[in-house]
């Protein structure tokens, strides 16, 4: 199976700061990766597929990047929404989740 | 819209089977499949399977293959999910998604996700 390692586990941040998540594969899933952000006691919500693609509604503050084994979740100006976990996935083989980033507003 | 909706809470006994159904609205049920995905108490998220609305062809998760079935009633708009010989280990949120539309095995609308308990 392919493991998927994000970093870091968590992260505090300021409105209007820039925060970056990254995830690792262990192995090349070329640009086969999305990513979903989730709020406590919801379902998780797509923000990014295809490494790079915003899913339609999602704020333009989100964007990705990466290729092969490496892969970045940019928010550009944290907003007091954006608090919650995000989780990539990998979808080139199988189907695995990244352990998770928790995002905390100071 | 898309919606989504799953059946309720379920509490079962070590070496049932559960089986969750989720209804889908908003959209053509057959052009779509379905995935399945958990979350166990405080924990991430594991794929569990995919399945074909329109041919039934499904993929599990290896490690869940031998006792997960998926299926789908296509009269109701409605998938189903089966896991069988319950371990407390089981004990998770179950949510059902709609593949996305141009992504195979991305899901883009999620149901509110259905507690499984195993207790004895």
């Known amino acids: 199976d392919i493991q998927m390692t994000q970093s870091p586990s968590s992260v505090s941040a300021s409105v209007g700061d820039r925060v970056t998540i990254t995830c690792r594969a262990s192995q090349s899933i070329s640009r086969w990766l999305a990513w979903h952000q989730q709020k406590p006691g919801k379902a998780p919500k797509l923000l990014i597929y295809?490494?790079?693609s915003l899913e339609r509604g999602v704020p333009s503050r989100f964007s990705a990047s990466g290729s092969g084994t490496e892969f970045t979740l940019t928010i550009s100006s944290l907003q007091p929404d954006d608090f919650g976990t995000y989780y990539c996935?990998?979808?080139?083989?199988?189907?695995?989740f990244g352990g998770g980033t928790k995002v905390e507003i100071k | 819209q898309v919606q989504l909706v799953q059946s309720g809470a379920e509490v079962k006994k070590p070496g049932a089977s559960v089986k969750i159904s989720c209804k889908s609205s908003?959209?053509?049920?057959?052009?779509?499949?379905i995935i399945w995905v958990r979350q166990a108490p405080g924990q991430g998220l594991e794929w569990m399977g995919w399945i074909s609305a329109y041919t039934g062809d499904t993929k599990s998760a290896q490690r869940h293959q031998d006792r997960v079935t998926l299926t789908t009633e296509t009269s109701t708009n409605t998938a189903y999910m089966e896991l069988r010989t319950l371990r407390s280990d089981d004990t998770a949120i179950y949510y059902c998604?709609?593949?996305?539309?141009?992504?195979?095995?991305?899901?883009?609308?999620w149901g509110q996700g259905t507690l499984v308990i195993v207790s004895s």
């Open positions: 998604a709609r593949d996305h539309q141009k992504q195979w095995l991305v899901p883009d609308s």
């Open positions: 908003g959209y053509i049920f057959n052009k779509s499949g």
């Open positions: 996935q990998q979808y080139n083989d199988s189907v695995t």
């Open positions: 295809k490494a790079s």
